[in-house]
């Protein structure tokens, strides 16, 4: 990560929310927060830039903290045993981004990359998880939000599974179909006839 920071105090002069603490209370993965559990947020957070292409974290490195996007488009990528990328979800501005540091073994278990210039908060994971096993109420409302956003990641896998299992399909019965009319492979025309109409599957899911 070589994202630029810009570290401001959280402080709270004459009673007022910082700035901070302001835009971490209307981001959505923090609604219905309480205003002193918002406080504890806002001392855990600096805002942080990053520049297209670059890449936030990669898949199987340590994982510390978590990212509340403001502006800007991440793509979430799952690596192939050839190197390959595969795209799992693009997250945009009121996404939050990162799990992986409230589970053990504490690494991150898809890599993300910038899309275009992009402005988060970033937020100190490790800091969260001392403070929830400490205080049960802010651990329960913590994990709540979280289970949310892992329950999004693996929608989002689903679908990409699916589409990746439909193109598999279609790519299998178009050589096939390809082959029989070049005189390569001798196939019964039910199952010729079978091959085009292959079903269409579809799931449901959402964006975070």
């Known amino acids: 990560m070589k994202g630029r920071s810009e570290q401001k105090k959280s402080g709270f002069a004459n009673g007022e929310p910082s700035s901070l603490e302001v835009d971490i209370t209307r981001h959505p993965f923090f609604q219905g927060w309480s205003a002193a559990q918002l406080r504890v947020l806002a001392g855990c957070a600096t805002r942080i830039e990053f520049s297209t292409g670059e890449t936030i974290f990669r898949q199987g490195d340590v994982a510390s903290c978590f990212y509340l996007i403001e502006h800007g488009r991440v793509a979430i990528e799952a690596g192939r045993p050839d190197g390959a990328k595969i795209l799992i979800q693009t997250l945009g501005s009121g996404d939050a981004l990162g ?14 990359r910038t899309v275009e210039p992009t402005r988060a908060i970033f937020i100190y994971g490790t800091w969260l998880r001392a403070m929830a096993e400490q205080d049960p109420a802010f651990g329960y409302k913590l994990m709540e939000c979280v289970v949310r956003l892992v329950i999004d990641r693996m929608q989002a896998i689903h679908l990409q599974l699916v589409e990746l299992s439909q193109f598999a399909l279609k790519t299998q019965s178009q050589a096939l179909q390809l082959a029989v009319q070049q005189g390569n492979l001798n196939v019964p025309a039910k199952e ?13 899911g959402h964006r975070s």
């Open 192 to 204: 010729l006839h079978k091959s085009r109409e292959l079903p269409v599957q579809r799931a449901s």
């Open 99 to 112: 799990w992986s540091w409230l589970f053990p073994p504490f690494t991150w278990s898809f890599g993300a």
